[in-house]
Structure formats: structure tokens, C-alpha cells
């Protein structure tokens, strides 16, 4: 069953209360699942939801939070077919889900979001095929890389000159 259909079957035959900690509930599980995290840990999804409405561990693990047990089994179940289809296929990213923080988790996956939106700005800057020449002059040799054009010289000159002084007064 998936995790929409079991909120609507729990959510029908409960008070108000436990509805609101249902849907409070399912808005973390489902906000997990976006980000990626595949960390349906009861004290993991009390953490997340202390200020919205979650109860804490300890009543979810109670007796009386026997719906609130089946919901987040219902995520963890649902993903993880999900999670072991994505081993399969190898992407770039596949070795952050092996880090066991999942607060690290989740900074490492905004900052490869940024990376990648940084990249495709790249790609969208620079033309594919497109040569980019950048000169140093570091393996150029010091006579070349500081000698002035005839008209450079001149202007110089005239510059140091009296005539140019004299003319500044």
C-alpha cells in the first residue's frame, strides 16, 4: 500500500489530534524522500518534526502510536525498492547516500546541486566546440613579454620630455 492511500485509511477512523500528527508526519517522510534521504528512523522523523506537529520518539514507539509506526513503515518500505533500483544505476551521486549523517547527507547533496547548476551555467555561457585561449606569458621569455611598440616608446618619451612639462604648467 502506498504511503498516500494508508494516510487517507488511517486518517478516517482517528481524532483530529492524531490526524494532525499523521499529516505532520507524512509532510517529514515526504520531504525525506525528496531530498533523498532514505532515513525513515522513528527518532529521526521526531527530530525533524518537534516544531511541526510530530510527537516525540517515545510516543511513536508507544502502543497508542501504532499508526504513526505503519505510516513511517510505509515510506521506508516504498523507498526502499526505490533505493536498491538506484544501485543499480550508477550515477555520480550514489556516494552520498553512503554517509551515515544524514545532516551530512543532506549539505553534500545541496552542494552537488549547486555544483551541477554551476556546470550547466558553464555549458550555457561557453558554445560546445568553442576554443578558449588564455595567454599567461609564463613561458615566454623576458625580452618578449616587456618590449613596447615604436608608438609606445614614443609617447613615453614625449611624456619624460621638457616639452610635455612645460606645457603641463
Excluded at 138 to 152: A, G, N, P, V
Aim: aromatic share 6%.
Amino acid at each position: 500500500m502506498s504511503p498516500e492511500k494508508l494516510l487517507e485509511h488511517l486518517k478516517s477512523d482517528a481524532s483530529s489530534k492524531i490526524q494532525q500528527s499523521l499529516t505532520a508526519i507524512y509532510d517529514i517522510c515526504m520531504e525525506q524522500q525528496e531530498r533523498g534521504i532514505y532515513d525513515f528512523s522513528i527518532s529521526t522523523i521526531a527530530k525533524l518534526g518537534c516544531k511541526r506537529g510530530v510527537p516525540q520518539a517515545q510516543s511513536i514507539r508507544n502502543k497508542t502510536g501504532e499508526k504513526y509506526r505503519a505510516l513511517i513503515q510505509a515510506f521506508a518500505d516504498s523507498t526502499s525498492s526505490k533505493k536498491k533500483l538506484k544501485k543499480f544505476s550508477k550515477q555520480e551521486t550514489d556516494w552520498i547516500s553512503e554517509i551515515d549523517n544524514p545532516k551530512h547527507q543532506l549539505l553534500i547533496r545541496i552542494m552537488a546541486s549547486e555544483l551541477k547548476e554551476a556546470q550547466q551555467m558553464l555549458r550555457e555561457i561557453i558554445p560546445p566546440k568553442q576554443r578558449i585561449d588564455i595567454y599567461d606569458h609564463k613561458h615566454m621569455i623576458s625580452d618578449q613579454s616587456f618590449k613596447l611598440t615604436d608608438q609606445e616608446v614614443r609617447a613615453l618619451q614625449y611624456l619624460l620630455s621638457s616639452d610635455f612639462q612645460k606645457s603641463g604648467t
